[in-house]
């Protein structure tokens, strides 16, 4: 049977997943705003509306929410992150083989369905995804995963197609991909624009025709697999079993500027506290970390960006073994006279921990630091992240100047008891 994929993602998910819960937001201008309430990662159609573009700057954009009603979120990623899961929960139910490619993405092979019911799968899959968690999305299906981001894409774009499109037969695909940019195919970044315009391709049509062989002298051989992408033809495999992560990273900018290597040190301890969670997530160990930090280049004063890396004796997940680490890397390359704006750690070559390499020297007992860690990661799951975390990230954290600001974040509605939404008696 051909193969065939669905993409369904979720429409301005972030705004979506906001007006679940507050019934009042529907129909009115929506943004949600990246970490620090810097710039909109997420619109609704009315803001969109109003021009306010994707990555807008919040203190640009101020004035235009103000004065036009946009209702203005922080970033509520625990909300995200859980209805995204209640979502793919949904898709569970219509395909057996799934992919989450993002948090409000993901691709569902669709071979076992019969071509001629591709369509209505996929208005039974939407309109139950909105009947069960209030998100609306949209559905696009195509013989390869490429063409289904294409159909999702025209989904999203042309109203009377009702939230599905399918491109699996060619004269579907002879009808649409002249109609779509070189921008919105998958894969094709600005680079790759230049060079397809130099050719005289301007669509989605023009690129399907190339000689894959010239594709491949141009843009490598990926430009060759979206050629043949285009074309009906699949080269890229559903990844139903996520791959196992190479590297891993935490970086944050600060809602002020850090001037003070103590207070440093408590950005990285925090970060590397989130890095060993993220390890023990995926049951991965590194044995180094790379430590960073620098200034912002629109502040006046001085600019410096420094990193290191430091060594452990064997890979571990151990948040004590990772904070130590961070502590004493800050505190290497630190310098005063300068206002820091971001800080990070950044690990890669992760490993299982039994397949590691044991230390002769310094060895940690794995046995009583799995225990700890076990411990520790159950009382941040019972009582939320952060209930409990090393002394080294600071007692008086919520006061410091690095942590990142959510001042117009919305309760965490399915994940902290506390802030359940709550009917009042009539």
Not at 265 to 281: C, D, I, P, S, Y
Not at 282 to 300: M, N, R
Not at 361 to 389: F, P, T, W, Y
Request: hydrophobic share 40%.
């Amino acid at each position: 049977m051909t193969a065939s994929f669905a993409l369904i993602d979720g429409n301005s998910f972030y705004c979506s997943c906001e007006r679940v819960f507050d019934p009042k937001l529907r129909h009115r201008p929506v943004i949600v705003l990246s970490n620090n309430d810097g710039c909109a990662v997420s619109r609704t159609g009315e803001a969109k509306a109003l021009g306010i573009k994707m990555g807008a700057p919040m203190f640009k954009i101020r004035d235009l929410c103000k004065r036009e009603g946009v209702i203005v979120f922080s970033s509520n990623y625990a909300l995200y992150g859980d209805m995204s899961r209640r979502m793919n929960a949904v898709y569970e139910r219509f395909a057996s083989d799934i992919e989450i490619y993002s948090i409000d993405e993901s691709f569902l092979d669709l071979t076992p369905v019969a071509p001629e019911h591709r369509e209505e799968f996929g208005h039974d899959l939407r309109t139950t995804v909105s009947t069960w968690t209030g998100v609306p999305t949209c559905v696009g299906i195509g013989p390869t995963k490429t063409l289904a981001k294409l159909a999702n894409k025209i989904a999203k774009s042309t109203p009377q197609l009702r939230g599905v499109c399918d491109l699996t037969s060619d004269e579907a695909r002879r009808e649409w991909l002249p109609l779509v940019a070189l921008e919105d195919i998958w894969g094709v970044g600005r680079a790759s624009q230049a060079k397809l315009w130099a050719f005289g391709c301007k669509t989605a049509a023009d690129v399907a025709a190339l000689d894959p062989r010239q594709a491949r002298q141009t843009l490598t051989v990926v430009g060759e697999r979206i050629v043949h992408e285009l074309r009906g033809r699949p080269c890229i495999d559903l990844e139903a079993v996520t791959p196992t992560r190479k590297g891993c990273a935490v970086t944050r900018s600060f809602a002020g500027r850090v001037e003070s290597l103590e207070m440093m040190q408590e950005a990285v301890a925090a970060h590397a506290t989130r890095l060993g969670e993220k390890l023990r997530h995926h049951g991965l160990a590194t044995d180094h970390v790379t430590v960073f930090f620098h200034t912002s280049p629109f502040d006046s004063g001085p600019s410096r960006s420094v990193s290191t890396t430091v060594d452990f004796p064997e890979a571990s997940n151990d948040t004590l073994v990772l904070v130590r680490a961070a502590k004493w890397g800050a505190r290497r390359i630190w310098k005063s006279g300068y206002r820091y704006a971001k800080a990070g750690l950044m690990t890669v070559d992760l490993v299982a921990p039994a397949l590691s390499q044991r230390a002769l020297i310094g060895a940690l007992d794995r046995e009583k630091s799995g225990r700890l860690m076990a411990a520790l990661d159950a009382c941040n799951q019972k009582h939320g992240r952060g209930a409990v975390v090393p002394a080294a990230v600071g007692i008086a954290r919520q006061q410091n100047a690095w942590i990142t600001k959510f001042d117009m974040r919305s309760p965490r509605y399915t994940t902290r008891l506390n802030e359940v939404l709550v009917v009042g008696n009539a």
